[in-house]
């Protein structure tokens, strides 16, 4: 195909899903496509050097004299963008939400200039559809499902070793593992993993209880650490905040419990899956479509007490569990690696450029 001009909006350059999500595919496409690549960040982070390590990258105020062929706006977040992008670039706008941020992260403004400006919607599960769907008003005609990816091989390869945490080795007292990883905003349930841990220790004492990511102090989960101390769960429940590499802590864990409220796809569950970790989730997530046939356990939304007791089956449960995560292994290999769905994303790219 004729080299087009592809920018890319990112609403941020955080070390979460859907950024990362697309530094991977922007890397693909370098490798295996002549486009030219241009990133436009709406706000920063750490991942900054990593974009500019792909082509240029600019920033809001260069919106309104974008020079593209297509424009692949990278969340609803970026969706503000809209209102200063001139008119002749085609747009694709990949969702990554679901209702919450359909209806409270962008205004309707926003949302009539997705259904009238955008040419293609590319969802990451089913869920994530019918949320579209129902908070936007999208015409289904103009969506298609595209599932979440990682690089199953990095993933894999060479899992470090368990995860230290001051003098402290995850695991290495032979305790059971129940892990969660993710920012500690309302979303992603830091109160409920809480609540988890609790129930787990009432049906197995003596487990370790950490979850990577988001923050370990501040106003944002003071409130969940205030009631851990109340529960006696000191020791056993830690927020150890960010991590230069979750997989170090994904290894030890003997369970992923992804105990999020709302959560489109979440990369986490397919990182516990290439590393052959167990995972539960809540049905309120669309993780309920990678885990489905026995690739994982899905509960209700909100009963803690029906993922404890999915938690303590999986420990006891050895042939089941060596079961369910080999399924797992086989559906991330074959469904959700970078090798298979970056073409995808290349193909749907390209298809647009071509209408």
């Not at 070390?15 to 990362?20: D, N, Y």
């Not at 400006?117 to 969506?143: I, K, N, Y």
């Not at 007791?309 to 420990?315: G, K, N, Y």
Request: net charge negative.
């Amino acid at each position: 195909m004729t080299p087009a001009r592809v920018a890319f909006v990112s609403h941020n350059a955080s070390r979460s899903g859907a950024p990362l999500l697309l530094l991977q595919l922007q890397r693909w496409l370098l490798d295996h496509s002549d486009h030219e690549l241009v990133t436009v960040l709406l706000d920063g982070g750490p991942l900054e050097a990593d974009f500019a390590a792909v082509g240029p990258v600019v920033g809001p105020d260069d919106l309104a004299g974008l020079d593209a062929d297509l424009v692949y706006l990278n969340t609803v977040g970026a969706a503000p963008a809209l209102a200063v992008l001139p008119d002749g670039p085609k747009v694709v706008c990949h969702v990554h939400e679901l209702d919450y941020a359909l209806t409270h992260w962008i205004d309707e403004a926003d949302r009539d200039r997705l259904r009238h400006r955008v040419d293609r919607f590319l969802v990451v599960s089913q869920l994530v559809r019918a949320a579209l769907e129902r908070c936007v008003g999208v015409d289904p005609g103009r969506v298609e499902v595209h599932y979440g990816f990682v690089d199953v091989a990095a993933v894999a390869a060479g899992a470090p070793a368990p995860a230290a945490s001051g003098t402290r080795v995850i695991g290495a007292s032979g305790t059971h593992v129940i892990g969660a990883s993710g920012t500690t905003e309302w979303r992603k349930a830091p109160d409920l993993f809480l609540a988890l841990a609790a129930a787990v220790e009432r049906r197995r004492p003596g487990g370790e209880y950490p979850w990577v990511g988001g923050a370990d102090r501040g106003p944002e989960i003071d409130g969940v650490l205030a009631d851990r101390d109340r529960l006696g769960l000191t020791d056993s429940v830690r927020f150890v905040g960010e991590q230069p590499d979750a997989r170090a802590w994904f290894a030890a864990f003997d369970v992923f419990a992804l105990v999020s409220r709302d959560d489109p796809f979440p990369l986490t569950v397919l990182e516990a899956a290439a590393l052959g970790v167990p995972v539960v989730a809540f049905d309120s997530t669309g993780a309920r479509e990678f885990l489905a046939d026995g690739c994982g356990v899905v509960v209700p939304y909100p009963d803690v007490e029906a993922m404890a007791d999915a938690v303590v089956r999986l420990l006891d449960d050895g042939p089941g569990r060596a079961a369910l995560v080999e399924a797992a292994r086989r559906r991330v290999r074959a469904d959700h690696d970078l090798g298979v769905a970056a073409p995808r994303l290349q193909a749907a790219i390209e298809s647009v450029l071509a209408s």
